[in-house]
């Protein structure tokens, strides 16, 4: 038999063949200024659905730069930078979901958010109360708290290909639940990457956490967490510091640390892990 090729019939066109009227698709909203009060395009506030395109370099005043308080955002940072101000700043991009649901909000670089020689964003990015959302392909340089936090009551929430160089920590999940964290570079901070209380079944898997102070340190109560596929090199104090129970770690690799692991490592499962030194509880291959 032979197949002929046809064009295939979205979404859109769907809609228009059954109901006879056309969907509107949202235009694209530039993004050219640093003024969160002030909802976009005259300024930097997204509190409305729709696709936004940072479309110049940004520089912040005294508070945050973007601000994002409405579901199903589209923010793409198209390559250009955001940097605080002389005063520094609060967020480079807040997302807030403290007052209205806020969900479904995809922040994807490439773009960079950096600190100036005397001043620094407080958090790169900060996501607070915010479910099914996602930030890729960003650069955070020099964050005086966190590259990326997580706080508040998120839930699935996916962190992935991110780079987090010279920042007090680098990525920081607080009373989160269901949060991915893969394929980042999280390397020469204070912390890599930290859980911080009351965080459910998180995963954190293929990120390079080298030359901070600490690897992946997990909090207790972090329940149910999988941390798997990393490579955890050369951090000054520990690699991994574990607390908690039933938290599962496979398949990292943890050589030349200050101590490869630290913290109360016993009551977690551990298997195929390579480490330099091994504890009477994480043998480095079960």
């Not at 020689?117 to 955070?140: C, H, K, M, R, Y």
């Not at 998180?202 to 798997?228: K, L």
Request: net charge negative; with cysteine.
């Amino acid at each position: 038999m032979q197949h002929t090729n046809r064009p295939f019939l979205g979404l859109l066109g769907i809609l228009t063949a059954l109901t006879g009227t056309s969907v509107p698709v949202r235009a694209v909203t530039a993004i050219t200024v640093c003024n969160p009060a002030v909802s976009a395009p005259a300024g930097s506030k997204l509190d409305k659905p729709g696709n936004y395109v940072v479309t110049a370099d940004l520089t912040a005043g005294s508070g945050d730069c973007i601000l994002i308080t409405s579901a199903d955002v589209s923010l793409k940072l198209n390559g250009h930078t955001i940097t605080p101000g002389t005063s520094g700043g609060n967020d480079a991009i807040h997302v807030d979901g403290t007052v209205n649901l806020v969900q479904h909000v995809a922040i994807e670089g490439p773009g960079l958010i950096t600190n100036t020689p005397t001043t620094g964003f407080a958090n790169g990015i900060e996501f607070a109360t915010v479910n099914f959302s996602q930030v890729d392909l960003v650069t955070i340089v020099g964050a005086l708290s966190n590259g990326i936090a997580v706080n508040g009551g998120c839930n699935y929430l996916t962190i992935g290909s991110n780079v987090i160089t010279r920042s007090f920590i680098g990525i920081e999940i607080f009373t989160s639940n269901f949060v991915v964290i893969s394929g980042n570079d999280a390397s020469g901070n204070s912390q890599g990457i930290e859980f911080d209380d009351r965080s459910y079944s998180p995963t954190v898997n293929n990120n390079i956490v080298n030359g901070n102070s600490i690897g992946i340190e997990v909090q207790d109560p972090v329940h149910f967490a999988r941390i798997y596929s990393n490579v955890i090199d050369g951090n000054r104090d520990y690699g991994i510091e574990a607390f908690g129970a039933g938290n599962q770690y496979s398949n990292n690799r943890v050589l030349g640390n200050g101590s490869d692991i630290g913290g109360v490592p016993c009551g977690n499962f551990w298997s195929g892990n390579t480490f330099q030194k091994a504890t009477s509880c994480t043998p480095p291959i079960n």
